[in-house]
């Protein structure tokens, strides 16, 4: 009886905490560690009571309350947290890729005043207008079309949110490898493209697109028709700008020689000394030997005059503007301030100021020691040259070569333009051909020489493992790709601007009448002198014999 | 003659072409943006014809003729030296050989530039009058 009792009770017992430990198996979990601290962190945020009394100090405003719950009943969880520092990441660099756009779009007015102070006073309307209507010309081109073929291909950028509707490139299957051509989503920005980051890429591309755009107003001037350089502007920002900048920057096969052929990173340009200012200045080089130098410029021996601009105060002032929306160029060149090798937004920074200063030392100094005055045009080339240079190698090189391609930019400003004045016999008003062309080419190069490996822009440059590395600091292969790049600006690009304006020539001519190149643009192109109330000073003697041989013939 | 009323309806008719043709373009896979394609063209090319009509009453600039076939050559050459550099990229394997190649292709395109077409633009340019 004992036995069967004390059986009994173990038999409960064992059913007892059987039943029990189904019990707690079945009971809720208990909270996890980062659950109760974001629970606590979120009941010690303050109040609206303590924010209404106001914050002085800052240190009540931006909290944990300030991060977006997903699920009210749920409450502050981790994922919570993670997804709104993927947002202010991403936040971060769209800021700082618009606010950089922002200035490389000021430095349009840079430009114009640099134009129209290196040319005559009764020309200032219409150069300053070149530059003001380019703006418009390019922006609408690159709108419609330019930046799809563009960038149509060029998802996959973590710094904006990835990109993703950018995924239609058009491709090309040779000798077992594919390169990309051109793109074409993004046409009106509609559609699928309609997009944050896209709108962010599109404003920051499009004032770059301008900036080679406007170049070509400065060799030109004085003697373009408004007509033809409006028509040229447009198929410059819808055409040929994009077509090389797909091949570069838009997934292009440029950018592909290091993939494909194993040629260091491929064409490495940070931020376009090839695509913006290289295009610029080729394309300039095209129009001018096709629209010819202006009345009195070469003698009969070919010798040449020196045709003086009338404000060099707007030329010295409008550099400065140029120097300041560099810093949106380069340093914006990164597509953000987070993540990705960004922090080297500073560096960038850096060596754009460097290279711009050692470019005026060396235009100054060889004009004062060579020529006799610190001219004052050419130091102000020569602070572009060197901008123009480092435009490229800005992102991949150290401050001491910085300061090495400024310098040498510089001094290679003062020899390019007496070439192009003197041998190639081409007028340029402004030097837009030796900045930009020379300077810019120099600055491709200049990649492919000092890139000194210590750059990390996550872990890869177009698509190739690693940090661009130059000739001097051990890769022979990329100043390989580097001069392929300049051998397609100055085969493709000079080529297909000098087609497309050769046609333009044919049907609507670029140059204006000897009569309105005598009498200055302002009146018979824009109606209107850019300084009624000066009184014109007469124009030196070999200007006089010039025109009549002009209007003679 | 310079500026006109004429050279500004041009240059409206060839701003709307270019518009209707990267619409038809963007829309290419449906009907209606082939036809806006075609129109767009059509318009462009209109544009082009009034501009070729317009171009007698600028009057003449003061700018010799170029000769063609001279300008034609430096193209020619301009463009043949990047083919031979793209060629040389496939053909040589090594980075000796692909240097040689870009920098043979390089100065082949810089001749056609800085010699030849210069020579074409100032043959008969107007100093020399």
């Known amino acids: 009886m004992r036995n069967s009792r004390f059986a009994l009770c173990i038999c409960a017992m064992t059913v007892v905490l059987l039943a029990g430990a189904r019990v707690v198996a079945h009971a809720d979990p208990a909270p996890s560690a980062t659950a109760s601290e974001l629970k606590d962190a979120a009941a010690k945020a303050p109040t609206t009571a303590t924010l209404q009394a106001g914050d002085p100090g800052g240190t009540a405003t931006g909290t944990i309350s300030d991060v977006p719950v997903g699920d009210a009943k749920a409450g502050l969880t981790l994922g919570d947290v993670a997804n709104q520092v993927g947002q202010n990441k991403i936040g971060v660099n769209f800021t700082w890729t618009l606010v950089c756009g922002f200035l490389v779009m000021f430095m349009q007015a840079g430009f114009a005043m640099v134009e129209a102070g290196l040319c005559r006073v009764k020309n200032a309307n219409h150069t300053y207008m070149m530059n003001f209507f380019v703006y418009g010309c390019g922006l609408f081109a690159y709108w419609i079309l330019g930046f799809a073929i563009q960038m149509g291909g060029a998802a996959g950028n973590g710094n904006l949110g990835g990109l993703q509707p950018l995924a239609s490139e058009h491709t090309l299957s040779l000798f077992g490898k594919t390169w990309g051509l051109f793109g074409q989503s993004g046409m009106f920005l509609s559609g699928h493209t309609y997009d944050v980051g896209v709108m962010v890429i599109f404003l920051f591309q499009m004032v770059f697109m301008d900036t080679a755009l406007t170049i070509v107003t400065g060799a030109c001037a004085e003697r373009w028709k408004f007509l033809t350089f409006s028509v040229s502007s447009v198929l410059m920002g819808a055409l040929t700008y994009p077509l090389f900048a797909n091949w570069a920057w838009g997934g292009g096969w440029l950018s592909q020689l290091g993939t494909n052929l194993g040629l260091g990173h491929g064409y490495a340009d940070f931020a376009g000394s090839g695509v913006v200012h290289a295009v610029g200045g080729l394309s300039a080089l095209a129009v001018a030997l096709i629209i010819g130098p202006r009345i009195g410029k070469y003698n009969r021996d070919g010798s040449p005059n020196a045709i003086i601009g009338h404000d060099i105060s707007a030329v010295l002032i409008g550099c400065f503007i140029l120097a300041f929306g560099w810093f949106g160029f380069n340093p914006g060149s990164t597509l953000g301030a987070s993540g990705a090798g960004c922090l080297r937004i500073g560096s960038v920074a850096v060596n754009t100021m460097l290279a711009g200063c050692t470019g005026t030392f060396g235009a100054l100094l060889y004009m004062w020691s060579l020529k006799g005055k610190p001219d004052a045009s050419m130091s102000g080339n020569g602070l572009l040259a060197g901008l123009v240079a480092i435009t490229a190698p800005s992102g991949f090189v150290n401050p001491t070569a910085s300061a090495i391609i400024g310098f040498i930019a510089g001094v290679l400003v003062c020899v390019s333009v007496s070439f192009v004045e003197n041998t190639l016999k081409v007028d340029d008003p402004v030097g837009a051909i030796s900045v930009h062309g020379a300077g810019g080419l120099w600055g491709v190069i200049s990649v492919g020489l000092f890139a000194d490996g210590t750059s990390n822009y996550g872990g890869a440059w177009n698509g190739v493992n690693g940090s661009v590395t130059g000739l001097f600091y051990g890769d022979a292969s990329q100043l390989i790709a580097q001069l392929i790049g300049v051998s397609t600006l100055v085969g493709f690009v000079f080529a297909f601007t000098f087609a497309m304006n050769w046609v333009l020539d044919i049907v609507l001519g670029h140059r204006v009448s000897a009569e309105s190149e005598i009498a200055g643009l302002d009146l018979p192109e824009m109606g209107q002198l850019g300084y009624p109330e000066f009184v014109f000073a007469p124009e030196p003697e070999y200007l006089m014999a010039a025109k009549k041989v002009a209007l003679a013939s | ?129």
């Open chain 2, 1 to 129: 003659m310079a500026a006109t009323t004429t050279q500004g309806k041009s240059f409206t008719v060839f701003m709307v072409g270019i518009t209707v043709a990267a619409a038809g373009l963007a829309f290419s896979a449906s009907g209606i943006g082939k036809v806006a394609l075609v129109a767009g063209l059509a318009i462009i090319g209109y544009s082009f014809f009034k501009f070729f009509l317009i171009k007698p009453s600028e009057g003449a600039p003061a700018e010799g003729k170029q000769p063609a076939v001279l300008k034609l050559a430096g193209l020619v050459l301009a463009l043949g030296g990047w083919l031979v550099v793209l060629l040389g990229l496939h053909l040589t394997p090594g980075v000796s050989g692909r240097m040689v190649s870009t920098l043979l292709g390089l100065a082949i395109s810089l001749f056609g530039i800085l010699v030849i077409l210069p020579i074409a633009a100032n043959k008969n340019a107007i100093w020399k009058a």
